[in-house]
């Protein structure tokens, strides 16, 4: 049964950014540029106009006629998501939200409370406009630049969030297995008689000329054009957001440039914009009167202020104090509380005036500021990479407005895909928190990550028993469970388990995280094998306890969702068991023969048919631990280069003209461009949640190919009736139609679309769509894993698909099964082992690919 489903008109990348810089149109760039210096425009000449868009009238009240729009009216949702909180922020608020509060956000949600903080309250006469009236110099303009589009989609914005102050748009609960069980989601406000005596105006808006603010400016009101996401809000947070697009053009360019700053306290004589203003300190007045920033350092405590002095600042407080020059030495001082003398002011007094007269004015960003713009942006783009911070968010707009990227031209579905302001709290929390750890591996701030990770194992613990509940015999796909809570904490549980492993004394963490991870049932079936796995790796390696490792093996062989990948690593983990002479009982080591004896076959199969061995000289190693190699040209000349670029050089000897260096970017960048249609123009609820994707989410999920059989099938139909030559011209020309777009075709392995052609009619037919078919039925799978290099000749067809090894390196479990299946598709397959002549070959190491834990 097809099910079909509302959607809402949306803007292309292109006319969503006409407002920022003009026709600026995105030339095709097939090699990622570099990014261009940041050029701050020239205000354009000011002039006063009065605009006041009128909508037609669906719900009246006392006041003023308002204007309703329903969900088939209104603009293109663009989503962001900003994830730049510090860990001591994340840490405090983590603390004080108990998870005995959870509850599931599928079928039901209970409203957060109100927030009580103070904020701009907007009213019917305005005191803004009062001013602007008195202040002929301080009058609005509209950039000449700016068409209607930003105007009526501001207008629409203020409309909702009147409708949402008045109560016709409540805090949602919102039944998404019944959303998506239908497929169809229709949401208009209710129609109230209300005598509400404030209103949002829409003449006191001030659209930015900075082009940094207007990126902001832009993803607040394309937000909030969207009826739904006010009842994300409560009131005291409307009139905060209200507030933003009410700040002179000189706060709103200084709000966007210190939200992209790190969350601490800041001194102001050290902050300097010249674009905005030489004089800072009114504009920081301005944002704090707001209630945007806070400046009163009365309750910092003076160990944090003290970290805001520089070195000679820290010497002479020392000198004065007569005390070691030394931070924390003089953090400790300032920790005396008792007076030398009665009557006197103690050490910590005279310390704290000292510091603040040093210090000047500071200020630091409102933690709620920060948390109701983190809403904003992850309703934006709610499919953000959890890696990525909000600097990174505007570093993206600013490079499509550049026409350094653009992104593929898609419809968004209506469906929502968060039932709850408490949902999309809990969301968001533990999305920050999967920063934050992301970010402390990196750092290797290990006790950090352990942290964390001992944090989501207790937020795991109720969330998963809800969750588990509410998931039984549910519909909602599985592409939209990846935006509930507890698949992100799982995540970043998932994250720390190495961490655990690093010592003898978490060790016993690391197990028990993995069991927790094993034994629910809510997200990550997939995963499970690969859990399974690295629990066997433990009790083999760490605890020396072979019989654990049998039987926890003969377990998960007969796991149901175990991948191809998975089964082949178990039976590698037999093989050395079975090889052990001691540490393992003979009725242990029969159990392990018996299933070896059992998958004999497969096994056999993966071992390489070809294989050569080159050498070359090694010359160290480079910064990111790879092996450096001398390479000699044909010209007698000699460059360095990676051990990859070793066997190009050797097999372009061979008669190999071409060749290109691609692992998994080449069978991603044939199935995109052979499948592109079935990726970018089909509409599946919830697939599309952002403007700003690559991919429809369902491929990262086993839908994809269900949810698209009978286009899939019938292109696969087509395409096997066509000739080499034919399927490849076929390649060439939608390669060339869509390498402007950014997705997930990676264009740049390639110098022009001729060699992705040639490729192709080496390979024929069947090599071509063989390789796409796997990358269809399981993408996440087989995006690593495929050989290094491709070699050919464009005159003789002639090529070969090569997976190259250095020393000490062998053959992954994907590695193996990629080289395996293109043998039975009759490609011409070969493993290059590379030695050095400077070192005697010794016993290579298996090389995880990136997917493994």
């Not at 297995?177 to 105006?201: A, H, L, R």
């Not at 994707?693 to 019938?714: G, T, V």
Request: hydrophobic letters at 35%; glycine letters at 4%; aromatic letters at 8%.
């Amino acid at each position: 049964m097809k099910i079909y489903f509302n959607t809402m008109r949306q803007t292309t990348m292109d006319q969503f950014y006409n407002v920022v810089g003009g026709s600026n149109k995105s030339e095709r760039i097939k090699n990622k540029k570099k990014k261009s210096p940041i050029i701050m425009r020239t205000p354009v000449k000011k002039t006063r106009r009065d605009f006041l868009h009128k909508s037609p009238n669906l719900c009246k009240t006392n006041k003023k006629e308002i204007d309703v729009i329903t969900l088939d009216d209104k603009l293109p949702s663009i989503e962001t998501n900003t994830h730049n909180s510090p860990t001591k922020i994340v840490e405090n608020r983590i603390v004080t939200s108990p998870i005995i509060k959870y509850a599931s956000p599928i079928r039901s949600a209970q409203p957060t409370p109100l927030s009580s903080d103070g904020q701009f309250t907007p009213k019917t006469s305005s005191p803004i406009k009062a001013a602007l009236n008195r202040s002929p110099s301080t009058k609005r303009v509209r950039r000449k630049l700016i068409k209607n589009t930003i105007e009526d989609l501001t207008s629409k914005a203020i409309n909702y969030l009147n409708l949402a102050k008045e109560g016709a748009i409540a805090n949602n609960d919102i039944d998404l297995e019944k959303v998506y069980s239908i497929g169809k989601f229709n949401y208009q406000p209710k129609c109230i008689d209300t005598t509400i005596t404030t209103k949002y105006e829409f003449d006191d808006v001030v659209i930015p000329e900075d082009m940094y603010s207007l990126h902001l400016f832009k993803a607040i009101v394309t937000v909030f054009s969207n009826p739904i996401n006010c009842g994300y809000f409560d009131n005291t947070e409307l009139d905060m957001i209200f507030s933003f697009l009410t700040l002179s053009r000189h706060a709103q360019a200084l709000l966007i440039r210190m939200l992209k700053r790190q969350y601490k306290w800041h001194r102001i004589n050290h902050i300097e914009y010249n674009e905005i203003s030489n004089n800072l300190k009114p504009v920081f007045d301005e944002l704090v009167s707001r209630s945007i920033f806070k400046a009163d350092k009365d309750k910092e405590d003076t160990a944090v202020l003290i970290n805001l002095l520089q070195a000679p600042e820290v010497h002479k407080l020392c000198r004065d104090f007569k005390i070691e020059k030394n931070k924390s030495k003089l953090v400790e001082f300032g920790c005396k509380t008792k007076p030398l003398f009665p009557g006197t002011a103690s050490p910590r007094d005279k310390l704290r005036t000292s510091v603040n007269n040093c210090l000047g004015d500071c200020v630091i960003l409102n933690i709620k500021v920060k948390e109701v713009i983190d809403r904003i942006i992850t309703l934006l783009i709610p499919n953000q990479d959890p890696d990525e911070t909000l600097s990174d968010t505007f570093l993206t707009f600013l490079r499509i407005e550049k026409g350094e990227i653009k992104f593929p031209k898609i419809t968004i579905n209506d469906c929502p895909i968060f039932a709850s302001k408490k949902h999309l709290l809990d969301y968001i929390e533990a999305k920050n928190v999967l920063h934050n750890i992301l970010r402390a591996i990196q750092n290797k701030q290990w006790e950090n990550a352990q942290r964390l990770g001992t944090l989501a194992a207790q937020r795991l613990q109720l969330i998963l028993e809800i969750e588990s509940i509410s998931l039984q015999d549910s519909s909602l796909p599985y592409h939209i469970r990846r935006f509930m809570p507890g698949y992100m904490w799982l995540k970043v549980l998932s994250k720390s388990i190495n961490v655990f492993k690093k010592t003898k004394e978490t060790l016993p963490l690391a197990i028990d995280y993995l069991q927790i991870l094993i034994n629910q049932n809510c997200h990550m079936k997939y995963r499970k094998g690969q859990w399974y796995i690295e629990l066997i790796k433990i009790h083999m390696y760490h605890q020396k306890n072979l019989e654990a490792s049998v039987a926890l093996i003969s377990k998960t062989i007969k796991y149901e969702n175990l991948t191809e990948v998975d089964r082949l690593d178990l039976l590698e983990r037999a093989e050395i068991i079975v090889k052990r002479k001691t540490g393992i009982s003979k009725n242990s080591q029969a159990l392990v023969k018996h299933m070896l004896d059992s998958h004999v076959i497969s096994r056999t199969q993966l071992i390489p048919e070809n294989s050569i061995t080159i050498q070359g000289t090694i010359c160290g190693n480079t910064p990111q631990g790879k092996s450096s190699w001398c390479i000699s040209t044909d010209a007698d000349e000699k460059m360095y280069g990676s051990v990859e670029t070793l066997a190009l050089y050797s097999y372009k000897s061979k008669g190999y003209i071409k060749g290109v260096h691609c692992e998994g970017a080449f069978p991603i960048t044939l199935f995109a461009v052979m499948f592109w249609d079935e990726l970018y123009n089909i509409n599946i609820p919830g697939a599309w949640v952002s403007l700003y994707q690559n991919a429809p989410l369902d491929l990262y999920s086993s839908e994809f190919y269900e949810n698209r059989k009978e286009q899939i099938d019938k292109k696969l139909q087509n395409l096997q009736k066509f000739d080499s030559e034919k399927l490849s011209k076929y390649l060439k020309d939608k390669f060339e139609l869509y390498c402007e777009y950014q997705s997930i075709s990676q264009d740049n392995i390639f110098n022009d679309s001729d060699c992705i052609q040639q490729i192709a009619r080496c390979l024929g037919v069947e090599g071509v769509i063989g390789i796409c078919k796997r990358l269809i039925y399981n993408f996440p799978l087989w995006t690593a894993g495929f050989p290094d290099l491709i070699v050919w000749n464009a005159q003789t067809n002639k090529y070969k698909i090569v997976e190259v090894k250095g020393p000490n390196d062998s053959l992954s479990t994907k590695q193996k099964l990629w080289l395996d299946y293109l043998n039975r598709l009759g490609l011409n397959t070969e493993v290059c082992y590379c030695e050095s002549h400077t070192s005697h070959p010794r016993g290579r190491k298996r090389k995880h690919d990136k997917s493994e834990l």
